[in-house]
Structures are given as C-alpha cells and as structure tokens.
C-alpha cells in the first residue's frame, strides 16, 4: 500500500496479494498496524497531499487525484477529519509560514506519468566517439 498507495486499491487485491482471505487479511492487518486497511490508505493518501499541498503549484483538485482520491468530496472530509483545517486552507497556511518555492504542478504530473514501455531516450554519442 506505501509504494502503490495512488493506485485504485481495493480489500479483494490486497488480500490475495497477500495470499490470505479478505476477511483474514482485514483481521490481521488491524492486529499488527492497528487500523483497517482502509483507514491506513487513507490516512497515506492525505500524508502525501499534505506533502504536494505544502510543496507544489497544485490545485487542490490535481492533489486529490494525485494520491488516489476519486471524489473531491470525499479527499476534503477525509483531510479535514485528519488535519482539522480543510485542503485549501491548509495549503494557504503552508505558504503564508514560507518555506521552499513550489515545484511547478506541471513538473509534477509529468514526472509521475507512466512512460510507455519502448519510449526511454538512447543516450547520444559523441561526434568523434565510434
């Protein structure tokens, strides 16, 4: 879930990943991390938006989407419920305290763009080079 937290994951795939039942893996996910499985991805996803809020020129619509939230709505409550101030607020209060400029959103989504498999640049050779 950390590495592919973005992803649309669901109970069923996590569970016969995991080689388990969905109702034995939901079980033993709460006993060793002390949440749901939902829950955990969830609060991942608002940690990395919290991330790309405080750090690039995003909207806080590009966030929600960014990190795996499906619903505008659902990405406002969740994060408010977390963080107690909703995503735009949050993402004011980080620029008024300063820090680092923003990385350009566009930068941003191109970077985590899947590349087509085949595309990658050779790396070019030196004129005199043989």
Not at 3 to 13: E, S, T
Not at 58 to 79: H, I, K, N, P, Q
Request: proline share 8%.
């Amino acid at each position: 879930m950390d590495l592919r937290f973005a992803d649309p994951l669901d109970l069923d795939q996590m569970a016969a990943q995991a080689g388990l039942s969905k109702f034995h893996f939901a079980r033993a996910f709460k006993d060793a991390y002390g949440e749901t499985p939902a829950n955990y991805l969830g609060r991942r996803r608002v940690e990395r938006a919290k991330d790309l809020l405080r750090s690039a020129n995003l909207t806080v619509t590009e966030a929600c989407m960014l990190v795996g939230f499906s619903s505008l709505g659902s990405f406002s409550s969740r994060f408010s419920e977390m963080v107690g101030m909703s995503p735009r607020a949050f993402q004011r209060a980080s620029a008024a305290r300063g820090g680092p400029p923003p990385i350009p959103g566009c930068f941003l989504m191109d970077w985590g763009r899947p590349r087509p498999v085949g595309t990658q640049t050779s790396k070019k050779r030196n004129p005199g080079e043989a």
